[in-house]
Structures are given as C-alpha cells and as structure tokens.
C-alpha cells in the first residue's frame, strides 16, 4: 500500500506580467481552460449586444406608432439580434462550457486536440466579426452599409439576389458558415475528448452527468451543423453562380431551403438547451446534498433526445402545407421528445425531494429554470399539435414560447453555471447580496416580458412587425413586455459589475467552496496550466465524495 | 487531502486502455463529412427530372466506368501500400503508393474531361437549369474531397521520397487511408444517384 498525495494543491506563483506579455499568453494560448473563458467572454460581449438590440426593439413597440427606427432598420435589428443570439452566444456557450470543464472532469491534462481547439475559437470568432462587418461593408463599402434584414433562418426566396440586393446576404451566410466550422471543430474535439482522455477508472457509466450531456450535445453539433452549411454553399452558388436550388422560377423549391434550415434548426434549439441540462445535473445534486436521482435514467433520456430531435424539424412548417401524414409524423414525433425531457424534470425535482437544500444564487437559477421550462416545454406541447400551430404559427405566442426555452431556460442555466464555477476559474467568490438581487430582478424581469407575449399572440399579433395601430387591444401588454426588458437590463448590469468586482476584489474562495464531488474541485482554484499533478484514478461516479469519506466511499454501492 | 492507493487502484491505472484519439477524431469527421453530403445527396434526388429546360441527364450523361474502376481500385492499392509499410517494405510501399496517386488522378483528369465536354460540347453550366445546378454542386463537391485526398497522398510520396522515415508515420498513414476510403465509399453513392437513378 503505497501513501500519495492526490488530489494535488500546488500554489500558483502569481508573476508580474507585462500587457504584452498577457496579450499574447491569451492569443496563443492552446489551453483548453483559458479557451473556455474567452468563448464565455466573447458570449457574455455578444449578448450584450444582441440584448441592446432586443431593448431597441422593445423600445420600438412601447407604444403604438412607434418611429423609434425606421422598418428597413427594424428588419436588420431582429435578424442581427437571433442570428447573434444563436450562434455567436448560444454556440460560443456550449463550446466555453465544455471546453473549460470537461477535461477537468474527466481527469485529463487538456482536450484531445488542443491546437484544433484554438484553431475553433478563433474561426468562430473570426465569423462573428465578418458578420458585424456587414454593418460596414454591407453593401459594397459604397457609403453607408447595412445588416442583413433577410430574419435568422433566412427564407427563400427572400434570400435570391434579385430581392436581397448588396452583400448583406453574403455576410450572413458567410459569417455563420465560418463560425459553424469552429463549433464543429469544437465539438468534435468534446467527443473525442469523451472517449479517448478520460482518467483511469472513469468508465463511461462513471461519467458526471455534465460530461455525458455535453458529449451528446457535441454529437448533436456534428450531426446538425453540417446540413446549415449544405444550404449556405447552396444558397452561395445560387447567389454567386447563378445556380437555381432555390429559385422557384426555374423548377427550384423554396421550401426545400426550410427543410434544409429546420434539419439544422431544431436539434440546435436541444443544442443550445443541453448546456443548461448539464449544469442543473452538476448544480442540483450538490446543493441538495444528495446523489442525482437516476443517473442511468437521465443518461438514457439525454441519447433519447440526441436520437429523437433530429426526426422533428418539420414541426417548425406546419403552416406551409405538407401533406397531413407529414404533420401526424412530426406532431407525433415532437410530443415523443416531451417523454425524456419529462424525465429530466421529474429526475432533477426528486433530486432535490428529501434533499438538504442550500438557497445560494446557483440553485435558485436551478430552481427557476425548472418552473420556467416546465412551461417554456408545456407550450411547445401545444405548438406541437399542427392545427393549434396554424393558428398561432408566426405569432407572438411563439416568439414567447422560444424566449422562455432560452431565456427562461437556457440563460438561466448559464448564470447558475456562471455562479457555481466562478470560483473555479477565479479562485474568488461572487457577491452573493449582488447575486440574489440580480437573480430576483432577472426573474421578475424575464415574467414580465415574456409571459405577455403569449397573450399578445392569441391576441393576432405577428411576429417581426415594426409597428401597430392603437386600436387593437395590444398597447397594454407590449408597455408591460417592454418594461420586463428594462428590469432585465438593471440585472444584467447588476451581473457585470458583480463579475467585475468579484474578479478585483471578490472573497478568497478556496478550492472547494460547495463541498462538490466532482474532479474539477480536486484541483486548484484556478487550476494550473496541467490541472492535475498526478493523473487522478477514481471508482466511482463522485471521487471527491470518495475521498472525503473513505469510511463510506460511493464504489462500494456501484 | 490524502488517500491511500490500493493495490487494485494502481493494477486499474496500469491496465487503463483506451481508444486512440486519432482514430476517434477521423471517425467523427468522417460521420461530420457524412452529414454534409447526404444533404447536397438529398437535394440532388429532389431535383430529379425537374428542370425546366435542357440539357437533360439522359442526353448528356455517359456513365464514367473506367474511372469509376480506376478509384475503386485505388482503395485497394492503398491497402496494399498500407501492408508493405507494415512489413517494412519500403520500396512495396512507395510502389503501391504511386499506383493509388496514379489511379486517384485518372479519376480526376476524367472528370476534367468530362465536364469539358459538358460545357463546351452541351452548354451545360451550373447555371443552366437545375440538372446543371445539382450536378457540378455534388459530383464538384466529391472532386474536391478527391483533391484534397490527392494533396495528402502526393506530400506522403514526396516526403518518403525525399527519405523521411515514413514508417515512424505508419497512424497518420491509416488515416489518410480511412479518409480515402470514405471518399471512394462516397464516389458509389455519386456514381448511384446521378448516373444510374438520375440518368
């Protein structure tokens, strides 16, 4: 019997640097945890921005007659604000969180391929910033430019050449397709991460539940990705080539464009929603003190959701007239999704059943993403059903209905991530005063806006109107949204600061300040440039527990 | 934090096999690529028989069969180059090696031909009609998969010419040959869907 030192509590030197010096530490980086951070910051910038468009678009329907910005602007502000949304801060989120925690949790010094992995950030980054150009470059740099206007899933024929004049278009076909190469390039680096690096006695079944779901997240990315930039190359040789795939005139099909869009489309909105699922599993269990409920049940449901969502997309064109077997298929097919989602739910909340619960600010976030998805979820079950669809398709109650899966939801998952692991990277506490007022304030801001906007839906209005006229019963309801927006903007900036003075002046937080059992607390906070001394060995599916309880470790109950 | 290792907990480490991580990564790119091209497959069959105008598959198409052969064939002399490396066989090697870039680059050159004659001969052009648009995008979309093959292949010829020991690559080696494998399983759904249900 040999006696180690494990987990390893090395002390960081902390050396002076010059700016030029941390500059290029952070550009030629390849370590996955300095990685991982700046797609968060990046995420955190480009949200930021796509949130003051949402505040410029909310300012612009306050009231009816709204002249606030003109309808050509209008069209620019909301498919610059989804297209941002989606790919440069939900994408650049499910790569910053995987890259930054799944090595660390798994036991490995870095990803498997850590040179691809900066290669990913920096294309990524790379699109964002060719498709903000377009603000300059849009049309042509012949004086003033402009954004796309063409909406985030850019139809056909709205997106032929001869009814999007410029190269507005191409920016945002080009943008995403740059930046969806890095997501691919990240995620195909999380799988094989996964598989090939984990530490020795970590079977697959002994795999934190954050691993398992990014790992099927990442499948989902290198299934899904690929068919967007399919259609982008074919929506390129359309516009450059004079190619006809999607030019009606000539025998092409508009709606194939959709198909193509929604084959991506909807296993990205799981994509975008699987980072919260893996940081409720991670956040539950340890502020409920308890195991998590049914971890195979939650892995078996999670590869459901991974097989499922990719047979959906068409959910998204029931008002285009498929034929009423197609419908039945994708209804059925969409509800069948609610049965492992379901699951997750009902696992998290017996998590928390009989648990020993701790109010801190990461699990109230978990707490209010289970109310809020459970409806954010309820009313996707209604839009599943294609006849209550024609009714409500491109009405507000769907831009409420998305707004709460990735507000209520995803958003919500992140800043529970954000708090629980700022420790980790920092080695400093949030403020946790600042932290619950910015939790309340979000809570109360995010009902406020989005609640409304179901009603304003079975009330007729449509989505991506610039104006309305005062008499139709919507003035109330669009004044209360817009004043959501506003309550969300104080927390949000209560959240930076909080972020700001927390990095500056935060409290020392230990290397385990919530007494977790997961491999990225065995570590030091922040972790050294090689995580972990020695390479950990582990039995069970919580090591740390293991540790702090030899008389009573998890692997003799596994 | 102290534990004490076990006996059976260093017998775990020592054992701890997992697969390689290179042979991971090409598979999910190979499953990735995969997914890029059922779509433009996909779109291909849709468009079938909808052109508006001519030319029409069944004028212009003739069936490609020696190069089809030429690149079928090359999978099996890259295999062949692959075992001669492994024996240590360096000259077997380099010989196989150079059939499959010979064989690789009469598929090319073929298909240079081929849409020569289409657009010179046919005055058919990506933009023609939808034929036009689903043919060059697909069959271009594999060619360029081949190229990008074929710069792989000639750097392995060139470095092993110029006597780098290219055994010391033998794993960069079975990837390349994975990734020419997939290309040459590609070209038989190509060959499928456009000269046999297309035409």
Redesign the interface.
Known sequence: ???????I?QKIEYEEFSFSETFYKWVATVDHKRLGLMYIVTALVFLVIAGIMAGVIRLQLAFPNGHIVDPDTYNRLFTMHGTTMVFLVGMPMVAGFSNYLVPLMIGARDM??PRLNSFGFWIFLFGGCLLYFSYIGGNGLNGAGSAPDVGWFAYSPLTAKAFSRGASTDYWILGILVSGIGS?ASA?NV???C???????MTMSKMPMFVWVMLIDSWLI??????L???Q??LL??RF?????FNTQ????AV?WQH?FW?FGHPEVYILIFPAFAILSEIIPVFSRKPIFGKPAMVGAVVAIGFISLGVWAHHMFAVGMSSWSNTFFTASTMLVGIPTGIKIFNWTATMYGGKLRFETPMLFCIAFLLQFLVAGLTGIMLSVAPFDWQLHDSYFVIGHFHFTLVAGLIFGIFAGIYYWFPKATGKMMNEKLGKLHFWLFVIGVNLTFIPMHFLGFLGMPRRIYTYAPNRGWETLNLVTSLGVVVQMIAIAIFIYNVLHSVLKGAKSGDDPWDAWTLEW?TSSPPPEYNFEK?P?V?SGRPLWD??H?DDPDWRFE | ???????D??E??KN?K????GK??VL??I???S??F???VV?YI??IG???TGPQPKDVLELPILSSICLLSSSATIVFAERALHKGALAMFKLWWAVTILLGLEFLVSTGVEWYNLIYKEGLT??T??FG??YY?LVGLHASHVIVGMGFLLLVMAVSLAGFPIQTQMRRVMFLSWYWHFVDAIWVIVFTVVYIIGR
């Open positions: 019997m040999a006696t180690i030192d494990y987990p509590h498997a391929f691919i195909l799988i094989v991460t598989i090939s690096m984990r530490c020795p006695g290198v299934i899904a990705l690929p068919p930039s399919a259609a190359i074919m040789i359309d080539l004079g190619g006809t795939f000539a025998g092409g099909s194939l193509f084959i065995a390479v060995v039995r540790l702090k030899p | 934090m102290q534990e004490v290792i076990t006996e907990a260093l775990l480490s701890w997992l697969p390689d991580r991971v990564g999910f790119l499953v990735t690529e997914a890029l059922t779509i433009f779109a849709v468009y909808k052109s508006l990506i933009s009609n939808l648009t689903t995008s």
